[in-house]
């Protein structure tokens, strides 16, 4: 059983950085995907971005060119680097690991907010 475990969300001035971060613990395949979901105030669950075993990685619209995600050599966690952070991008960050077999797995989410 994989189990994801999320830190690095906080408050934030816009136009700031954060680095979120999610750890791996489990039987764990380093060949899936890793990413990271948001879910913003009255809207759905989206994707941010992810990333490959092989380092090869997708983003969403909401990344806009302002977020990184990267994973460490272990293939055991996986970051995103948010720069220029915006009062839109308050919500919550959920990380996901995509198994060989079953359904997705989520982290317990970690709340961002942007705010002067």
């Known amino acids: 059983q994989v189990q994801l475990v999320e830190s690095g969300g906080g408050l934030v001035q816009p136009g700031g950085s954060l680095r979120l971060s999610c750890a791996a613990n489990?039987?764990?395949?380093?060949?899936?995907?890793m990413g990271w979901f948001r879910q913003t105030p009255g809207n759905q669950r989206e994707l941010v971005a992810a990333?490959?075993?092989?380092?090869?990685?997708t983003s969403g619209p909401s990344a806009g060119g302002r977020f990184t995600i990267s994973r460490d050599n272990a293939k055991t966690a996986v970051y995103l680097q948010m720069n220029n952070l915006q009062p839109d991008d308050t919500g919550v960050y959920y990380c996901?690991?995509?198994?060989?077999?079953?359904?997705?797995?989520w982290g317990q989410g970690t709340q961002v907010t942007v705010s002067s």
């Open positions: 990333i490959s075993g092989a380092d090869r990685t």
């Open positions: 996901y690991y995509d198994p060989t077999i079953g359904g997705r797995i």
């Open positions: 489990g039987s764990f395949a380093r060949t899936q995907f």
